[in-house]
């Protein structure tokens, strides 16, 4: 009667580890391909560059006026400024690593 009873029970056990059991290499998996990537360095120390390289980048669109600049992320820093004057105006951002990345220009529409 104990063996009868054992069976089911051993049979739960592993239909409930079977769906463990794929979840833990999904993981295993996940968790190897972050530690490949490795940990990001911070830049904070490179604000300072980030400024000026993205002031390079905008100046070929008229007058930079640097508006904020900040950390996003621990290697990504963000400028965001105008370039340009009168009706030329335009915002930019400006993402930057250890050189700029990404820079986006948006036309200044005036309030109606």
């Known amino acids: 009667m104990r063996r009868i009873l054992l069976i089911p029970a051993a049979l739960g056990l592993v239909t409930t580890l079977g769906g463990c059991l794929p979840m833990m290499a999904v993981s295993a998996v996940s968790m190897a391909a972050n530690s490949a990537r490795g940990t ?4 904070a120390n490179l604000a ?3 400024r000026e390289a993205c002031t390079k980048v905008a100046a070929a669109h008229g007058a930079v006026h640097i508006i904020d600049v900040q950390q996003a992320k621990v290697n990504r820093i963000i400028v965001w400024g105008t370039a340009g004057e009168g009706a ?3 915002s930019f951002e400006c993402h930057f690593g ?3 990345i990404a820079f986006k ?5 005036p309030a109606r």
Do not use: E, F
């Not at 990001?40 to 830049?43: D, L, R, T, W």
């Not at 220009?105 to 529409?109: A, D, E, F, G």
């Open 40 to 43: 990001p360095v911070s830049n």
């Open 48 to 50: 300072p560059t980030a």
């Open 88 to 90: 030329q105006k335009q």
């Open 98 to 100: 250890t050189a700029v």
């Open 105 to 109: 220009l948006r036309p200044i529409t």
